[in-house]
């Protein structure tokens, strides 16, 4: 599904840790409706970009564009405000919280309760409840949407592996955005899971969201992605849809070869 407008742009990046130039002028562009992949071997520099990406971390030089329009990524509550969702390779729920509160806590840029009053919120007055009452509702819908609706009231430390990167999802899902960033989102997954986090992220997609998705899975990563960057120590070697950079000998000997099987 190839669409030219731009939803995200990253231009010249520079992110370097002490004398580790991790990110080293990288370009990159996800378009709306699509879903970019960005692999390479650990240590490439994928998680730093998308930690500069959503405003985790600041660059040392770069310009990143939301919709044609720049923006600073320097604080990620306004990244969120400005619809970029992402999940984490090393998954940051809160863990004595339920699963449904982790959604709900998801909603919180969306949802204006000082808007309601100081005085309604202690004495709980009928908006407030109404709002709480849609709130839930609302989450409960992004729940059945990730499969995750029977364990409403699981803590999210008690679910199984796959089940808690859903349940990231959901909560990124829950800020409604318009870009959706996944850190790996396979990572640790069997063989049925990831075949059902392929069509989540499908479906997820259908319904409008862009989506820029880092993974391993090479498999996984050319049958969902519409253009793919490869990044190696800091830079982007290659770019293109799944069979250009699966035939790139660039890509092939820096990280093909040594995973096409993974
Ligand atoms: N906070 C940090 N401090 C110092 N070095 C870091 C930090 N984060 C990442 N790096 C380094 O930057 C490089 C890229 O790391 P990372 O973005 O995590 O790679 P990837 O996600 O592709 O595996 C690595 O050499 C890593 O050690
Ligand atoms: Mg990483």
Known sequence: MQNNKNILSVKNAKKQFGGVVAINDVSITASKGNITG?????????????NLITGLIAPNS??????????????????????????????RLFN???VLENVLVGRHVKTDCWSLGILSSIFKNRNLITKEAEERKLCMKILER?????????????LPYGDQRRLEIARALASEPLLLALDEPAAGMNPTEKVELKNLITQISKEGISILIIEHDVKLITSLCD?????????IISHGTPGV???????????LGKNAND
């Open 62 to 91: 770069g310009e990143f564009f939301l919709f044609d329009k720049k923006y600073s990524p320097k604080n990620i509550h306004n990244v969120v405000e400005n619809g970029i969702a992402r999940t984490f390779q090393n998954i």
């Open 227 to 235: 253009i793919v960057y490869v990044m190696d120590r800091g830079k």
């Open 96 to 98: 004595k919280m339920s």
């Open 146 to 158: 990730v499969g995750l609706s029977e364990k409403k009231f699981n803590l999210s430390e008690s």
């Open 245 to 255: 950079i699966k035939n790139d000998q660039a890509v092939i000997n820096a990280y």
């Open 38 to 50: 960005l692999i390479g071997p650990n240590g490439a520099g994928k998680t730093t970009l998308f």
